[in-house]
């Protein structure tokens, strides 16, 4: 019984344990101490925006008074996972919290990051370059320096390189190459000549219209050496011996009776209908691991 009692008040007390609410409507440098002036926080905000300007993460800043109940770990992950900074599909989000009353500061690292930013590099410039400057009272200080070592972290990886809409392709470019080919040989083989012809003056158009359209990056590179191959790979799945073979092994292999064409054709039908079925939606912003580093002065 007596333990019973001892795990409700437990459970009740971790209920009912106060909670700091996390700000709406951030800004780049949130401080609700009051500790900044007017001019420091102008001062950061402009050392952020050139940050996120050089290397498209995005940092925010936040000063509370204490966490509460609450350890600063916990905090960092409330407040990340309603800020949500960073890019949804790079996930290159920094929260950098201090928490001025508790003497606790942390570094949260979104998901993208966690390679570039790993937990001991936070700790490192927690360490090096924050502490140093909140144990001499210099909150504004702390956050410079510390801002400057992250953007040389992301800098020095190379992340301005990757822009906002380049994303990695999921596969190699042969395998692309292969399937394509696959697809204009299939098209041969049913006696679509006219229709390989105008796939090969289209592709020859965008081959020269993508580039000058300004479609870069992984997969306008792609799209556009596909469009050149497309001309060469027509010519010889047309008039090569091995072309040929292929073309004529592909034509045996499409001779369905009667009755498969009829099952296929049904199956087909049934299978359509139900493609729309699922109607899920998932978006949002930016998100963490809980990756990064905590330090106390």
Known sequence: MRNFIFLMAF???????????????????????????????NTLTNQIKALTQKNYAQ????????TGDETI????????????????????????LVAWQDHTVRIEIGY???????????????????????????????????????ESRLTGNNLATITPTDHPLPFSGWW??????????????????KTLGVICFAAIVLAF?????GFSGSWGVLATLLCFATPFLAVAIAFTPFGKKVRDLMRDANQPSRHTRSNSSSHYSSSS????????FSGGGGSSGGGGASGRW
């Open 112 to 150: 993208g990051l966690e390679g570039i930013i790993t937990d001991a590099q936070s700790g490192k410039i927690i360490r090096n370059s924050i502490i140093p400057a909140f144990k001499k009272g210099d909150l504004a200080g702390g956050l410079q320096k510390g801002i400057s070592d992250i």
């Open 273 to 280: 209908s139900s493609s729309f079925d699922n109607d899920n």
């Open 11 to 41: 459970f009740c007390s971790s209920v009912f344990a106060t909670q700091i609410p996390v700000p709406e409507s951030p800004k780049y440098v949130n401080d609700l101490t009051g500790t900044l002036t007017n001019s420091e926080v």
């Open 59 to 66: 940092l925010v800043v936040l000063v509370v008074e204490t």
């Open 176 to 193: 692309a190459l292969l399937v394509w080919a696959i697809v204009l040989t299939f098209i041969s083989a049913r006696g679509y000549i």
């Open 209 to 213: 219209v993508l580039p000058i359209a």
């Open 73 to 96: 770990e916990q905090y960092a992950t409330r407040v990340f996972d309603s800020w949500k900074p960073g890019d949804k599909d790079r996930d290159d989000g920094v929260l950098l």
